[in-house]
Nanobody, 121 residues
């Protein structure tokens, strides 16, 4: 069956970095656009970054992470990454990996269970 398993979350001080990973299985990874979302306590889930299928030649970022976060993919490992630099307390959230539509959500998308990122001094 389809599985998306996120890892790499944790506790980091402001200004620090983390790299999230999402390992996919159960579908042809290279054929799917991949995305990262996040949800902070009491807030709606929001789109963070997207990368196109295949070689990932197209990427897109939410304004609040532009210049700080980088999405990438490694099809040989069925893995998508989110490199997060210059982290801020407002980046604290559960981060989710999604496979399927690029920069939007459709019913047939695949979702992971999430990984917690906490940015605090």
């Amino acid at each position: 069956q389809v599985q998306l398993v996120e890892s790499g979350g944790g506790f980091v001080q402001p200004g620090g970095s983390l790299r999230l990973s999402c390992l996919a299985s159960g579908f042809t990874f290279s054929r799917y656009a991949m995305n990262w979302y996040r949800q902070a306590p009491g807030k709606e889930r929001e789109l963070v970054a997207s990368i196109s299928s295949g070689g990932g030649s197209s990427t897109k970022y939410a304004d609040f992470v532009k210049g700080r976060f980088t999405i990438s993919r490694e099809n040989a490992k069925n893995t998508v990454y989110l490199q997060m630099n210059s982290l801020k307390p407002e980046d604290t959230a559960v981060y989710y990996c999604k496979g399927g539509a690029y920069w939007r959500t459709v019913a047939s998308d695949y979702w992971g269970q999430g990984t917690q990122v906490t940015v605090s001094s």
